[in-house]
């Protein structure tokens, strides 16, 4: 199981936001690069992005430091999501070295876009399924709509996603503890692995989701946890391989 450090970029900063509210922000750094070479450090297999400017206008508005970021560590997956609704997008974030795409609110309102993409960028694919209650919601969480996370995980199994990205929102940024219920639901709904996103919060996180990797959890994102000391990047990631 992989822990993935997050940068989530706002106005070309490294913030943290609780439960995905814009104007409740936390500014962790300004130079995200440094950021990203913190987490390299303590031996991250992965890096996890977020364009939030992006998500909610739709198109990618931090793409420079993305590049950057990869430019810097040319061996490192990195995942990117935020504003990717086309395949233009798509092309433009792997060829500047980013490894796999996000699809989050597309992915809700157009599923066929996803099997398109998967079509035409195999194994860089992952969708992002953020939930309240078990419900999707997109537009940066601004919406809720009537569809089934599980379900609609179910419906992307045939088009070769790489992974899903699943997200309570109820627990992001709030460090109240993961909701392993319902992230084991997600990962038993599908045979799409999931990575665990949201309220992450220490040890005993990491120890509960590792508990039931062998279900289909994959990996682990973690924020607030590691920026604000509670959750130790390297230890967890040498707990996980142990």
């Known amino acids: 199981m992989l822990i993935i450090p997050a940068i989530d970029l706002k106005d070309g900063q490294c913030v943290r936001l609780r439960q995905g509210l814009m104007d409740d922000s936390t500014v962790f750094s300004d130079d995200p690069v440094a950021m990203a070479a913190q987490w390299v ?14 998500a909610f206008e739709g198109k ?26 086309s395949a233009e997008i798509i092309e433009a974030y792997l060829n500047a070295g980013v490894s796999y795409v996000i699809i989050g609110t597309k992915a809700v309102k157009e599923p066929s876009f996803v099997t398109e993409m998967c079509k035409a ?7 992002g399924l953020d939930a309240k209650d078990g ?5 940066g969480w601004a919406e809720v709509s009537d569809v089934k996370a599980t ?6 199994e045939a088009d070769g996603v790489e992974s899903i990205v699943y997200t309570d929102i109820a627990r992001d940024g709030m460090m109240q503890g993961v909701n392993v219920e319902q992230t084991l639901a997600m990962a038993r709904a599908s045979s799409i692995p999931v990575i665990a996103s949201g309220g992450i919060t220490n040890m005993d996180d990491i120890r509960a989701l590792k508990a039931v990797a062998d ?4 990996g682990a994102i973690t924020g607030r946890a590691i920026y604000e000391g509670t959750l130790k990047m390297g230890e967890a990631q040498q707990y996980c391989d142990a």
């Open 41 to 54: 450090e303590q031996g991250c297999r992965r890096l996890h992005l977020v364009d939030l400017n992006g």
């Open 151 to 156: 379900e609609l995980a179910k419906r992307f």
């Open 60 to 85: 990618p508005v931090n793409g420079e430091v993305v590049a950057a970021i990869a430019k810097a560590y040319p061996e490192l997956p990195i995942q990117i999501g935020g504003g990717i609704r």
């Open 135 to 139: 419900l999707v919601a997109t537009d």
């Open 215 to 218: 279900q289909g959890v994959c």
């Open 121 to 127: 960028f195999p194994g860089h694919v992952i969708v």
